[in-house]
């Protein structure tokens, strides 16, 4: 496969078995570019996480992978066909390679263990060769490299709020310099603001490492502005995949339209849409689409209003 892909998943299809198997994932065929951010959407019970948890291979019957395969191409240069490996190979691979953040991980922290111990555990897991004292040291920059004060190693779950929390498991997630996170929904459970905090966050440690990520959420406004390609899942399908502007501007799919003109905030005023700017320093970076002429192009009505925020953001850029 292509040398900058960091995962490629071919015709890869996911049932649950049962009396009426649900086809919860079908043909889905996806690359993450090595650093790329791709967002997953698509509405609730579309198969999402189900594609997350089948390629982390976390998926339990009656899930079954019935078609496909996903390879994980390593940045030392080998493969690994990640329906092959079990046992010791995966748990290895898992965390080291690949690590998730799922949805309302902050509470699968244990209660009775300080946060600084299980963020240690990781390490004597994974890295046996590490001394006390250098774990002890990981531990508090990856705290720190979250927002999240070295002090808090002691404490306890319970004594963090649910947004240091999700901090922590993001931390952990990042803890073995993974190539790949996939995170599903992982700040939904948290109000905006923090939300947002955490959000740049993960933007800022994209660059500043270069992990990739699938970051599978149903707020597409909020994927427009930190994906670098879009997904747009729909019964177990992906109908749609593009850069995150191409798909703002130009939906192809019918049901990529609909889901963006369902988000008020994408059709409201002018200023509604950028929130922070990610966006425009995106564009400022990549530049805009080869595929869309600016001044020409004609936003799908449905999707944006004709005073689009992102196309006058990259027009001034233009001039
Ligand atoms: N254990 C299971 N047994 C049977 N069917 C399941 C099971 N888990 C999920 N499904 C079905 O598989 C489909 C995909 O579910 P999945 O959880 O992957 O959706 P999702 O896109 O992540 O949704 P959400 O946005 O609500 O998290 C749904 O139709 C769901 O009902
Ligand atoms: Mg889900």
């Known amino acids: 496969m292509s040398l900058d892909s960091v995962i490629t998943i071919k015709d890869f299809s996911v049932d649950y078995l049962g009396e009426k198997p649900v086809h919860a994932v079908v043909d889905v065929n996806l690359t993450l570019g090595r650093g790329e951010i791709v967002g997953l959407a698509g509405e609730s019970g579309c198969g999402k996480s189900t594609l997350a948890y089948a390629i982390t291979r976390l998926l339990r019957p009656p899930g079954l992978i019935t078609a496909g395969s996903a390879t994980f191409h390593s940045r030392e240069g080998y493969d690994i066909d990640l329906s092959a490996i079990s046992g010791q190979e995966l748990r290895d691979f898992r965390w080291d390679k690949i690590a998730m ?64 929390r999700q901090r922590v498991m993001i931390a952990m997630a990042m803890a073995l310099d993974p190539q790949v996170l996939i995170m599903d ?25 270069g992990f990739a990520v ?28 593009n850069r995150a502007y191409d798909l703002y501007t130009s939906p192809q799919d019918p049901y990529t339209r609909r889901l963006l003109s369902s988000f008020p ?36 009505p449905t999707a944006a209003g004709n005073e689009s925020p992102l196309r006058d953001a990259s027009q001034q850029e233009a001039k």
């Open 214 to 241: 699938i970051f599978i959420t149903h707020d597409l406004p909020l994927l427009l502005e930190i994906s670098d390609r879009i997904a747009v899942m729909k019964a177990g399908r992906i109908v749609e995949v």
């Open 265 to 300: 905030s994408l059709t409201g005023e002018r200023g509604d849409f950028i929130r922070t700017g990610v966006m425009d320093e995106r564009l400022e970076a990549t530049g805009p689409s080869p595929s869309i002429g600016l001044r020409s192009t004609t936003p799908d």
């Open 185 to 209: 929904e992982p700040t939904t459970a948290l109000d905006v603001v923090v939300q947002r905090e955490i959000l740049d966050e993960i933007t800022r440690l994209r660059s500043e490492f």
């Open 101 to 164: 953040v799922f949805q309302g991980a902050m509470n699968s922290l244990n209660p009775v263990i300080s946060i600084g111990a299980q963020l240690a555990d990781v390490f004597s897991t994974h890295r046996p060769l590490m001394t006390r004292r250098q774990r002890k040291e990981r531990c508090g920059e990856l705290l720190e490299r979250v927002g999240v004060d070295r002090n808090r190693l002691a404490s306890f779950p319970h004594e963090l709020s649910g947004g240091m």
